[in-house]
DNA sequence: ACGCCTACCTGACACGTGCCAGTAGATGAC
DNA sequence: GTCATCTACTGGCACGTGTCAGGTAGGCGT
C-alpha cells in the first residue's frame, strides 16, 4: 500500500549496478558503452518497478523544461480556437515537447503561475501587458506573440470584399467588435476591409462596431441596419467581423422582414460551427487555424534556435459559399 | 548580457546573510525570528534582482509540486467549456495552485505529457483508458473524474420534458448523440429523459442518436423528423441533446415547411452562445458550468485531504424560455 | 613481466531549494 | 558568577537526476 514511488536508486539496487550506468540505459546515450546483459538487466528492473522518472528533478538539472506555454485570456471559443490548440498540441509534441494551456484571468496572474512551472517557452494569443512581458524577460523565457502573424491577417477581410463583389454587391458594410481582446483580429481586418474597397474604387463603405461579449444587442443592431438602409445609397450586403456578428446580422435582418440575400447580403468569418444552421446558411470564410498554429511554432523553434526563419505567412483562408450571399 | 537568473544565494550574498535567512523571510515563516532591519535588506536584495524562485528545484524539494492537470480530450463544449475552465483556474487558483488545460491528443500521449511536468491532482473531464488510470496511480497522483457528479447530470434533461408537458406537449421525442467521447453526458441525458416521461405518464417518447462530429447529416435528421411525424401518434416536440442538435433540428424543420413552435416544439440544451440567433430563437436549458466547476474542485479538495466531503451535486439549471417551445 | 589499450562500469558533483539542528551572543534569574 | 532562556542567525543535508572524470579487469603485443 502506496509505497512511495521508486527513483532510478531503486532500479540501480535490483538491478546491481550502478545509477549512472541506469541513466546511461535510460537515456539510450550511445557514447557509453554498456554490454547487452546489463543492459537487459536494467531495463528488466526499470519494467518491474514501473519506473518514471521525476520531471522535476530532471528539469532542476537540465536547467530548463520542455514545456511550452499557451497563454490564452479569454479567446472566446470558437471551433477555431480548439483546432488551433489541438494542432499546436501535435507539433509541440512531435519535438519531444509538452503543451499546456494557461487561462490567464486576471494581469497579474502570471507570477505566480510561473512560481508552479517553468516553461521553456512562452506563446501569447493576447498582447501581455509590458510587466507580463519584463517578468519573461527576467526569467529569460522566450516569448512568441500571435502579433507576429500581422503580415497576412488582413486577408480574411479582402476575401469578403472580393466575394462580394464578385456577387454583384458595391455598396457594402463592415460589422466589427470594440472588444478590446479582440483588436488584435478586429484591427488588421478593419483595415483590410478598407483597403480592399478603396484598391476595387468601391463607394464609401459604412462601418460599425459593436460592444464585447454575448450581450450583444438584436435591437443595436437592427437600427444599425435600418440606418443604413435609409440612406441615399442604401446598403446592399455587410461583412462581418465573424459568424457570431453574422448571425446577430441575419436575426435582425429578419426583424426588419428583409429577405437574404436577396434585399441584404450577410457575409460570416470563421466557419464556425453553426455556420450552416443559420437561416440562410452562412456564407463565410474559412481560416486554416491549424496552419496558423504550425507557422507559429516555426517562429517559436526559430526564436528557440532550432530552425530557420519561416517564410511570411499568408492565412491560408477561402470563401465557404452557403446562401446568405 | 544575458547573465543568468539570480538564485537564492545571490540574494543572500547581497544582503550579506545566510541563504537559510533568505528562505525564512521569502517564505514568511512566523516561526523563525528574523529582526526587521534583516528582512527589510533581504526583501530589497530580492526586489533588487528580480528574484523569482525557481519553480522545478521546488518542487523537487518539496516533493510534490502545486500543479493541477485538467486533462480535456476534446469536449466539444462550447460557451459551456470556457465559463468552466475560468471558474476552474480561479478557484484552483485560490488555494494557491495553478491549474494548466492539457488536450489529450492520443491515448499514450499521457507518459510523455508527465514525464515533463508533474501534477499534484489531474481532473479528467472525460474517462481515461484503464492504462492512463494506472500510470497515474503508480506515480500516486490523484485522480478526480468529473464521472462523480453522476447524481445531477439527469436533472437537465428533466427539465427539458417538465417544460415541454408545462406547454401543453404529450408526445415526445429525445435527439441524443452517438458519439463516445460524450456518452459520459449523453447517457444519464437519455435515461432522465425517459425517467420523466415515465414519471409522467406521457405516452411512450421516440429516440433516436446522431453519429458524432460536425458532420451531423440535416438530410438525416430531416428523415427522422418525417418519420416521427408520419407516425399515427405524431410527435409534437423534440427534446435535443445540446443546442447543436437543436439548431439543426430546426433546420429540418424547415426543409419540412413546418412552423416553430406551433408545427412542432424544438428544445435545446447549454444556452449555447448561437442560442438566440436561430430563427426562432431556441428555448433551452441553462447549466451552471461554474458551480461545476466549483463542484469538481471540492471534491478535488476532499481527494487531497484539505476538505469535507462535499454534499451530492444537483446540477443547477434552469429553462431559458425564448422562441422554439 | 611489463605497459598499453579497450570495454565496462562507478563515485562524486551539481542543479536550487526548504528546513533541521546547532551556535554565538545577549538577557535575565538566582 | 553561573546557568537557563531567548533572539538571530548559519552550516549542511536532502530531494532525484544527468554527466564527467576516473577506475578496474581483462586482453594483447613485446
Chains 1, 2 share one sequence.
Request: net charge negative; proline share 7%.
Amino acid at each position: 500500500m502506496a509505497k512511495p514511488r521508486s527513483t532510478s536508486t531503486d532500479i540501480a539496487r535490483r538491478a546491481g549496478v550502478s545509477r549512472a550506468t541506469v541513466s546511461y540505459v535510460l537515456n539510450g546515450r550511445t557514447d557509453q558503452s554498456i554490454s547487452p546483459a546489463t543492459r537487459e538487466r536494467v531495463l528488466q528492473a526499470a519494467r518491474e518497478l514501473s519506473y518514471v522518472p521525476n520531471a522535476a528533478s530532471r528539469a532542476l538539472r537540465a536547467g530548463e523544461s520542455r514545456l511550452v506555454l499557451l497563454i490564452n485570456s479569454g479567446v472566446p471559443w470558437s471551433t477555431n480556437i480548439t483546432d488551433f490548440e489541438d494542432e499546436l498540441t501535435r507539433v509541440v509534441a512531435a519535438t519531444g515537447r509538452t503543451l499546456m494551456v494557461w487561462r490567464r484571468q486576471g494581469p497579474d496572474d502570471l507570477a505566480s503561475t510561473l512560481a508552479h512551472l517553468e516553461p521553456c517557452l512562452a506563446i501569447a494569443l493576447n498582447r501581455l501587458s509590458s510587466s507580463e512581458a519584463a517578468l519573461l524577460e527576467t526569467l529569460q523565457i522566450p516569448l512568441v506573440e500571435s502579433d507576429l502573424v500581422a503580415p497576412g491577417s488582413d486577408l480574411p477581410a479582402r476575401l469578403q470584399v472580393q466575394h462580394l463583389v464578385e456577387a454583384g454587391h458595391e455598396r457594402l458594410a463592415y460589422l466589427t467588435t470594440s472588444e478590446e481582446s479582440l483588436q488584435r483580429f478586429a484591427t488588421p481586418r478593419t483595415s483590410g476591409f478598407l483597403a480592399a474597397c478603396a484598391e476595387l474604387a468601391l463607394p464609401k463603405p459604412r462601418l460599425a462596431a459593436l460592444p464585447g461579449g454575448m450581450d450583444i444587442s438584436l435591437a443595436a443592431v437592427t437600427e444599425q441596419l435600418r440606418a443604413w438602409l435609409e440612406e441615399p445609397d442604401p446598403v446592399t450586403a455587410v461583412a462581418c467581423f465573424n459568424d457570431f456578428h453574422a448571425a446577430v446580422c441575419l436575426a435582425a435582418a429578419a426583424e426588419l422582414g428583409l429577405w437574404v440575400p436577396s434585399d441584404l447580403a450577410v457575409m460570416g468569418l470563421d466557419d464556425d460551427i453553426f455556420a450552416p444552421l443559420t437561416r440562410p446558411a452562412l456564407t463565410t470564410i474559412r481560416i486554416d487555424a491549424k496552419a496558423f498554429a504550425r507557422h507559429l511554432w516555426d517562429l517559436a523553434r526559430h526564436q528557440l534556435g532550432e530552425g530557420p526563419e519561416p517564410e511570411p505567412f499568408l492565412q491560408p483562408s477561402h470563401v465557404v459559399v452557403r446562401a446568405s450571399v
